[in-house]
């Protein structure tokens, strides 16, 4: 079944420096593959609009205005890049979709590979950079540090695949059935068992505009992976206490030796190191099932992961 339809979903954040680049890539793109009769005409490209407050959605409105090829949800406010993406993956009506960066940071033209891979029979084609763009020693060094920490705790995810990936309407509706609100989509998406496979691509530098992620917010989506994925947190928290349990055994043991043997001088620095190893470790285990407790209280609430402001060309 050849010809179906494609739509492009693009979060996008602040981003009036690349947006117009971006846009005239991407449709160039869209257009190549409906002449070559690999995409329906109908084939469009959504621009999600994460809550920008620089001139993203003037721009955005322009292009709609003469591209009914390209639709925009706007968002109430800025819900992060996962939720932008779900709220695409939600609305949108398509036999496939492909999610990219609003950069264009990964390759857009291996587009046209990731659909081929659709028509062979594929439901989840991941777009995986061979090459890591030039970036700060912080941000390379916390990525490798990523995939270890994932690998150690057991949490499957592609290793340089972030969310450039192609995702048939089959995978799209199986997605819809998690309704969990803290939301790490590679995890996810991975957990599907699905029939996937992986293309190739050099990660570019960024050709504008700055990135939105900075260390700490993407040591909190490596927390949101690891909470969401992993209970071994919870577990090491036992260990930790059962290790500790032997320690104070062999603390009491010399205790009551140096009891009896009257050399019990009073031991203040033993009395505050221990007090003081047996209490961060007390205080470490309440903020590890805190961080759990709050992932309870964020799922009871059940607040909306994201709100619609406005659609335009739909
Ligand atoms: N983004 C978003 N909402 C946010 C942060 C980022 O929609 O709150 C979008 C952003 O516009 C871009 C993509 O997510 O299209 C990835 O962000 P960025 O390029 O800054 O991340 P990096 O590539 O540096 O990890
Ligand atoms: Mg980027």
Redesign the pocket.
Known sequence: MKNSKLVIIV???N?EEILEYSILQLTMLLDIMINNNLISTNSKICFIN?GSTDNTSNILEKHCKINKKIMVINLTN?F??QN?ILAGLNIIDSDMVITI???L?DDHTVMIDMVKKYYEGYDIVYGVRQKREPSSFLKTGSAILFYKLMNLLGIQIRKNHSEFRLLSCRAIEKLKEFKEKTIFLRGIIQSLGLKSCDVYYDGLE?LAGK???SVFTLFGLAWTAITSFSIMPLRLITSIGLLSGIISFFIIIYGIISYIKHYAVPGWTSIIMTIVFFSSIIIMSLGIIGEYLSKVLIEVKDRPLYQIDSMINF
């Open positions: 979060p996008c954040y981003e994460d800025n992060g890049q932008a960066d609003a950069d940071q960024r990135t939105k992620y």
